[in-house]
């Protein structure tokens, strides 16, 4: 097995810190557990090998790193609030309002896709026959490839689906030969998937009325994580909103959102 000397750990929670947000200052022995044999698998002698190798910004060995560092668990209809805040608060309001029925969705960390494809969903039930009268836009994005990749397929397993109410599942996904489910291209069309790590700067042409970013600030140290939730801010219309995971929280007196119940925030 190699070993993870003091000095490469680190230097690898330093980078890993400045690049990727991922705090791992108290992951060693994850750290440890999870690469020694990748790295072992590669040939390399050392973890300090590895880095170089990182650094040399090989994409597909940067994804493999994050993913094995980070989990992308996710499923259809999570964190079921949010959806009925969306159709209760959100939907009525931009109905009456909205004159240019112009919707803009980021949903930042969508892993494999079930997120972004539970809001299209859920904005095409809402409108029904009128949501041919809507242009409905939902960013997705994620930092790694493998898991957008996935997405973009669009083809999931009944475990995936196991929370989504069963009027979704007939009408939104067509059943594969192998029993798997395909969503409809309908549904796709309003889902644009992009690679985007989340410590990049924002450059957002337009702003988002709603952003969800749920289950992935847990990696980020407090820092990292306020920076992050400013550069959402800018990039949230007035009037909008920020959804972050329910485990997850804000310190409300460094950001200018304002918080509205359990993991929704408000920019007013
Ligand atoms: C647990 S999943 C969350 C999926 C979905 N939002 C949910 O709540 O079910 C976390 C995702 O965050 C992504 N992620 C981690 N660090 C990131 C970063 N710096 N930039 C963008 N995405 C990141 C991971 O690749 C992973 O797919």
């Not at 989340?198 to 702003?207: G, I, R, S």
């Not at 407090?222 to 909103?241: D, L, Q, R």
């Amino acid at each position: 097995m190699v070993k993870l000397t003091d000095q490469e750990f680190l230097e690898f929670v330093g980078y890993m810190q400045k690049n990727y947000g991922i705090d791992l200052t108290k992951k060693r022995i994850l750290i440890e557990g999870r690469l020694s044999n990748l790295i072992e698998k590669k040939g390399m002698r050392s973890f300090g090998e590895y880095l170089d190798s990182i650094k040399r910004n090989n994409k597909d060995e940067i994804t493999t790193l994050v993913n094995k560092l980070t989990t992308n668990y996710t499923f259809f209809n999570r964190e079921e609030n949010h959806f009925k805040f969306l159709r209760e608060v959100i939907l009525p309001y931009q109905e009456k309002n909205n004159k240019s029925k112009i919707l803009n969705i980021w949903s930042a960390g969508c892993s494999s896709g079930e997120e972004p494809y539970t809001l299209a969903m859920v904005l095409d039930d809402y409108f029904k026959f009128m949501s041919s009268q809507w242009k409905i836009q939902i960013y997705a994005t994620d930092i790694s490839e493998n898991v957008l990749s996935k997405a973009r397929e669009g083809i999931y397993g009944d475990d995936s689906l196991k929370d989504l109410p069963e009027s979704y599942k007939k009408r939104y996904f067509e059943k594969t030969k192998d029993g798997k489910y395909q969503v409809l291209p309908e549904i796709k069309k309003n889902v644009t998937f992009k690679v985007f790590n989340l410590m990049d700067t924002v450059t957002a042409k337009n702003k988002y009325d709603v952003i969800f970013c749920r289950n992935v600030m847990i990696y980020f140290n407090a820092e990292t994580k306020i920076k992050i939730v400013n550069k959402f801010y800018e990039a949230t219309k007035p009037g909008g909103y920020l959804m972050i995971g329910h485990a997850e929280t804000i310190q409300r007196d460094k950001s200018k959102y304002i918080y509205i119940s359990p993991a929704i925030y408000k920019k007013e």
